[in-house]
């Protein structure tokens, strides 16, 4: 039930101080904002001069994949530790259609799906020599294994197997070629200069089918709020706390 | 040997194994918490003997690529974080019975490691931006994993403050980033002469780590989300994931900020944590629930580590106030850690933890109660624990540096620590006639809780030994 | 004032129109779309910090910390979101309880 008295946490007066004060602490970082130095050139220039021995044309995709790779590790590292966490707060959440999912979705679905796959490897390939790469190539699957899960009626994703590991294969190859490259070139992720394209592109394809699996998974444990909760054990999740907690 | 590499790829690799082949949950938790703290151990030994460490990740030098930096806070920290973790995972094996939170609790469980490990071996600015965001996600879901209706709401709770604070934080690098054209920490050591840019992007970056470090006033997430976490969790939560953003913010004030930082700033600082200790102290005094009572202690101690910016401000106490205080952050890491762990034995025992019926429990689980007796002694500051060496390193720096208000504070803090400390213990320890019924324990589950408050007093005993190890790398 | 600033600025001014209203409104979505404007200032920030070069070509760098900041957003986004929804699932109602923990 909403709250009889609107949806502000604070009274009137609370309000106006609020703002105040978002005011006073914008107007300061707009000061600074505007009186930052001058940009030195000195970044671009040098990742101009890496580039060819990068293995890629891009310069994001070299920065995001080659010269600060590790963050993007951690970062699907992180997108990885949110489909787990969706998974445990929203147990009940199934991976499957309605029964009779609405006629538009499927046509949509019918039409879509092939080219959703075409233009997400074609996104996968191009980031070698523009926008591009594992992160859009992988949103765009999503959206085809969303349109799946809400409009294919005999597609079941909960009971597939294949699920976890396409969840967490970037990740696992990410690290596999991490730990590799360690223990051949001496440095983590440093991958030896004639193979750096071929690596990022392997490690671009795993990370795309981990993140649409990801973003689906995501999806579905935030689409499920008016599903009842499923009977069974796997539904079953409180500690013995909750069991044994005298009220 | 490229050992911080080890240390952080093995619990990434763990969670996802786990997330692959959830039968796996089990073991290769136990697994890592075996392995991890040998590779530490080795790490430690290697810092000592060279001194500082630092790894350019893919070969690239900085500003180009992002820098591993391992010094004797950071391993320390890390050894911290072995320890702790490594006897929590013993408790959780035991603590975690029903299959779907098995399931969930692994990878959540190794990704909390992970990250922890990244970030107390990063030297990239933007790196911890992604560290932090990994450890509030784990540290949110594993909060919500008791599934009560308490539970959701404090980690949503939590998850907004942490959220908030990691947006914050983003926005002072931003800022750094675009003044100085440099992400890396040892980089922007040399920057130049004080500027509203570095004012503006340490006042971001502190308030959004003050924040997730719950010093007052922004400690009034972390009560509900300690004491409705599962016990395991509890002591990791308060003994690692808030101290991770206090260490950043360590780091920061040293190698970067602390020369163009007002002195007041400090004072301020001291000021928070000073209300922390009384406010956190007085709410502890007033708790009905045990797990409830410890969280509130929790918001206490911390306002001690706040002291550490005052109390270093004059060059001749400065280290010593770095000593004791970090000093604080590992006696209170083990003594939090087996006091929560203690807790979670008396709940699986008796099904609730409300002190006022928890009458001489002591003889039903000697052992907890005595891990529980040891890690109080560390929290009030009773000699000969690490708690006691931590206050009497502070006491020296605050009468040193002529600032004997603080000296107050902290002989206050330690009374009233000693006051609710024992306002369980008259409970647990009283004579009474009929004892509650309860369940049997696992003995894992009492012996990790008393090896972390031995721990803790441990820490009191082998000070030379703890202190040679922080200061190798020179980081003060 | 030259363009980038301009975003620069836009950016901080979303920033905080994002906090004022994750701290004014009660309830649980306006909170999480409050803190998806700020941090989409953020990002915007970013993005015009990376346009300050001298040259025709931008840096580099913060759009891979902006690409990296939004997969960090979406992800913590969701986990609010599953949150949000299982609370309303569990005690009926998408706002905080106020209820002091006892």
Known sequence: MIRKNGNHLFSRPGQSIAAIGVLTLTGILGWTVWTLPPFSDQMSALISSKMPISGVDNPVTAVLLNFRGYDTLLEIGVLLLAAVGVLSVAPSAVMRADSSPSPILVLLLRLMLPFIILVSGYILWIGKYAPGGAFQAGAVLAAGGILLVTAAVRFNLSASKAMPLATGIGLLIFLIMALATMMVCGNFLQYPVTLAGTLILVIEAAATLSIAAALVRLFVGVKSDTDPPASGEDSKILTFEEENLIK | ?476 | MNIPILYELVGVILLGMGLYSLVIYSHLFRKILALNVSGAGVFLFLVAAADRTSGPLPDPVPHAMVLTGIVVAVSATALALALACRIHQVSGNAQLTDNKPE
């Open chain 2, 1 to 476: 040997m490229n050992l911080p590499a080890w240390i952080i790829s093995l619990p990434l690799l763990a969670a996802v194994v786990t997330v692959v082949l959830p039968r796996t949950g089990r073991w290769v938790g136990i697994f890592t918490a075996i392995i991890i703290p040998l590779v530490v151990v080795l790490l430690c030994v290697e810092i000592l003997v060279q001194g500082a460490l630092q790894m350019q990740v893919g070969g690239w030098q900085a500003p180009l690529g992002i820098q591993l930096y391992a010094d004797g806070l950071s391993v320390a920290m890390l050894a911290l974080t072995a320890i702790v973790i490594g006897c929590s995972t013993f408790y959780a094996r035991s603590y975690f019975t029903g299959k779907a939170t098995s399931r969930s609790f692994w990878p959540l469980w190794m990704f909390l490691w992970a990250a922890l490990n990244a970030l107390f071996l990063s030297g990239d600015i933007f790196n911890l931006y992604v560290t932090l965001e990994l450890l509030g996600l784990s540290a949110v879901a594993l909060v919500a994993l008791s599934q009560t209706a308490d539970a959701l709401s404090a980690a949503m709770r939590y998850l907004l403050v942490s959220l908030t604070g990691s947006l914050s934080y983003l926005m002072g690098v931003a800022l750094l980033y675009a003044a100085n054209g440099t992400l890396s920490i040892k980089m922007l050591a040399t920057v130049g002469p004080a500027s509203p840019s570095l004012s503006t992007a340490f006042a971001l970056m502190a308030a959004g780590l003050i924040m997730k470090s719950a010093l007052f006033p922004m400690h009034f997430w972390l009560p509900p989300a300690h004491a409705n976490a599962p016990a395991p969790v509890s002591a990791v939560l308060s003994a690692l994931v808030v101290k991770a953003s206090f260490y950043i913010l360590v780091r920061l004030w040293l190698m970067i900020f602390e020369p163009f930082i007002n002195p007041s700033t400090a004072q301020l600082m001291g000021m928070l944590g000073a209300f922390a200790v009384i406010w956190g102290s007085v709410q502890a005094l007033l708790a009905e629930r045990l797990k409830l009572l410890v969280a509130y202690s929790t918001v206490a101690q911390i306002g001690y580590l706040f002291l550490i910016f005052p109390l270093s401000s004059t060059p001749q106490t400065a280290h010593t106030a770095w000593q004791g205080g970090l000093y604080f952050v590992f006696s209170h890491a083990c003594a939090k850690a087996a006091v929560f762990l203690a807790a979670g034995t008396v709940i699986y025992a008796f099904g609730h933890d409300r002190i006022n019926e928890l009458h001489g429990i002591v003889r039903r689980m000697p052992v907890s109660m005595f891990a529980f007796a040891l890690a109080g002694v560390s929290l009030i500051g009773l000699p000969p624990s690490g708690g006691f060496i931590a206050k009497w390193l502070y006491l020296n720096a605050a009468l040193a540096s002529g600032q004997w208000w603080w000296s107050g504070l902290i002989i206050l803090g330690g009374l009233l620590a000693t006051a609710y400390i024992f306002r369980f213990f008259s409970r647990a320890f009283s004579y009474f006639p009929e004892v509650v019924e309860g369940r049997p324990v696992p003995k894992i589950m009492e012996w990790t809780a008393l090896g972390l408050a031995l721990c803790a007093i441990f820490l009191g005993l082998t000070a030379p030994a703890v202190t040679e190890l922080l200061n190798a790398g020179k980081p003060f």
